[in-house]
């Protein structure tokens, strides 16, 4: 249905973290793709479905291949691992050096994630790097929405306006820009939004804060595989359900009279 691209600017400040819990309070069917050309974690800290380990064949290398012999777009769920919880996932390269195996796919790849049939795809793409049009920038002309996160700190707020700037202003297309802020407590989270919005009208840049998430080191650790159990409930699963409701209905087309599929468990492992 849509892809969905969710980055950072220097370094990656919680994309992982938000683009699973994302997925997990995903109210259409969902399936998170680790895109990050630095490499990934998924298949060394997370179970299948079956509780065993992930199979390494199968993931974002599996597809590339298959995809130079123009694969529909529904052979990308053929490529994905089904967590336990259920959370489905195409796991990433591991790392850096097996990036040269995707040179000349990323276009190809955008293509195929944005028309998954019935599911959207949440693309943890790490760090966005405006210059490298070769790596996930190929993949974002064909995405609803871009999903810039950071921290509630000065400098993560310089780089963000530095970014939406050059991309506002490159000569390539980008989809809609959405801001989602990290906050450290409370009076971050009710005052981070209002206030970044206001700064980003002041510089007259093309994006806005669709929403918060808080720091939430043990939902994060649950999530990220680190350690095991569930984030339903946690403070963080609560501000991402509503987080992926306003994003669904601001940039998605969400049909309707459709129920909320059954939640799918956040990441455990074995």
């Known amino acids: 249905m849509a892809l969905i691209c969710v980055a950072a600017d220097k370094g990656s400040p919680g994309v ?3 683009a699973l819990c994302l997925g997990a309070a995903w109210p259409r069917a969902a399936v998170v793709a680790e895109l990050d050309p630095a490499g990934g974690d998924l298949l060394y800290r997370t179970v299948g479905e079956d509780g065993g380990p992930l199979d390494p064949e199968l993931g974002l290398l599996s597809l ?15 490529h ?11 796991a990433g390269i591991q790392a850096p050096s097996q990036a040269n195996a995707l040179a000349g796919s ?47 700190e000065v400098d993560q707020v310089a780089h963000l306006r530095d ?3 050059e991309l506002a202003r490159g000569d390539r297309p980008v989809p809609p820009i959405a801001v989602v802020l990290i906050a450290e407590d409370r009076q971050q989270q009710r005052n981070a939004a209002a206030e970044v919005t206001r700064l980003l009208r002041g510089w007259d840049l093309p994006a806005a804060v669709v929403g918060v998430l808080p720091v939430d080191p043990l939902a994060a ?6 350690l095991r ?9 609560r501000a991402a359900v509503g987080l992926a409701d306003r994003i669904v209905d601001g940039f998605l087309l969400r049909p309707q009279a459709t129920e909320r599929p059954p939640r799918r468990a956040a990441v455990m492992t074995g």
């Open 163 to 165: 970014r939406i700037a």
């Open 80 to 90: 994905c691992h089904r967590l336990h919880g259920g959370l489905p996932v195409l």
């Open 64 to 78: 590339v291949a298959a995809a130079r012999h123009r694969i529909p777009p529904g052979e990308v769920l053929a």
């Open 16 to 18: 992982t973290t938000t």
């Open 229 to 237: 159990g569930n984030a339903a409930g946690s403070a963080l699963d």
């Open 106 to 152: 990323w276009p190809r790849l955008g293509e195929l994630l944005a028309q998954v049939p019935g599911t959207d795809v949440l693309a943890d793409c790490g760090r966005l790097d405006a210059g490298a049009y070769d790596t996930t920038m190929g993949v974002l002309p064909h995405a609803a929405v871009l999903l810039l996160v950071a921290r509630v």
């Open 221 to 226: 650790a649950y999530l990220s595989g680190r």
